[in-house]
C-alpha cells in the first residue's frame, strides 16, 4: 500500500510499480524465485529491464521493499508533539494498518508466504531491520530532542524493532497460519505493554 498518488505522472508510476510486482510475484509462485529472471518480469509487466531496476534495485527487491515503514514515519511524524514517543508510533502503526485493504492483506499474504518458501529472501529480510531501526531511531531523536544515536534511543528503538520481530518475523514461522489482521493487533498490543514497561507480573 502507498500513499494515493496525486499527479497523472506519480498515478502511472505507481501503477507500473504495481504491475511490476504483482507479475514477479505471480512468476515466482509459478516457476520458483530462484528460476525467475528480471528479464521475465519485464517482459510479463510490459517494461524494459532498465525500467525494471528504475523501481526495484534487485530481483530481491520486489518482495524484500514494503510501503509501510514511510507510511508509519511520516504517521508518527504527524502525532501530536506531547504524546510520548512509542506511543506515537504505536498509533501510527494503527493508523497505516487500519487503511489495509482486503487486496493489500492478500499480497501481504503472497508476500509472506514467499518469504518463508526462500531462505535467502528471509535472511535479506533480516538485514534490512537495521535500516528499519535507524528509521525508527529517527523519530524517537525527532521526538524528544535527543540524537539519533543516543544510547536512550537506540535502546528504545532496539525495543520497537524487537516486537516487531517477535511478533511478525520475516515469513512467520514455517507451519504457522497466515499473515492476518489480528495478527498487527497483537503487534499494537505488544508496543502498548512496551510503553508501560512491559510489566510480566
Avoid at 527487491?61 to 506515537?88: G, K, N
Avoid at 525508527?136 to 544515536?149: K, Q, Y
Avoid at 524487537?162 to 495478527?183: K, N, W
Amino acid at each position: 500500500m502507498t500513499a494515493t498518488p496525486t499527479s497523472l505522472r506519480e498515478r502511472k508510476k505507481a501503477k507500473t510499480r504495481a504491475a511490476i510486482r504483482e507479475h514477479a510475484m505471480r512468476l515466482f509462485e509459478e516457476q520458483g524465485y530462484a528460476s525467475t529472471t528480471v528479464d521475465q518480469i519485464a517482459e510479463a509487466a510490459e517494461v524494459s529491464p532498465s525500467t525494471f531496476f528504475r523501481y526495484f534495485p534487485a530481483k530481491e527487491d520486489v518482495i524484500l521493499v514494503d510501503d509501510y515503514d514511510p507510511m508509519m514515519v511520516e504517521a508518527a511524524r504527524a502525532q501530536p508533539p506531547e504524546v510520548p514517543p512509542i506511543e506515537a508510533i504505536r498509533r501510527a502503526l494503527r493508523e497505516v494498518f487500519d487503511r489495509l485493504t482486503p487486496e493489500v492483506w492478500e499480497s501481504e499474504r503472497r508476500r509472506q508466504r514467499l518469504f518463508a518458501e526462500v531462505p535467502e529472501l528471509r535472511a535479506r529480510a533480516l538485514n534490512q531491520m537495521a535500516e528499519a531501526l535507524d528509521l525508527i531511531c529517527d523519530v524517537l531523536a525527532e521526538r524528544t530532542g535527543l540524537p539519533a544515536d543516543d544510547i536512550r534511543v537506540r535502546a528504545a528503538g532496539g525495543a520497537v524493532a524487537g516486537v516487531v520481530l517477535a511478533i511478525l518475523p520475516p515469513g512467520r514461522m514455517t507451519g504457522q497460519s497466515p499473515i492476518e489482521p489480528r495478527d498487527f493487533d497483537r503487534l499494537i498490543e505488544g508496543l502498548d505493554l512496551l510503553q508501560k514497561g512491559l510489566p510480566l507480573g
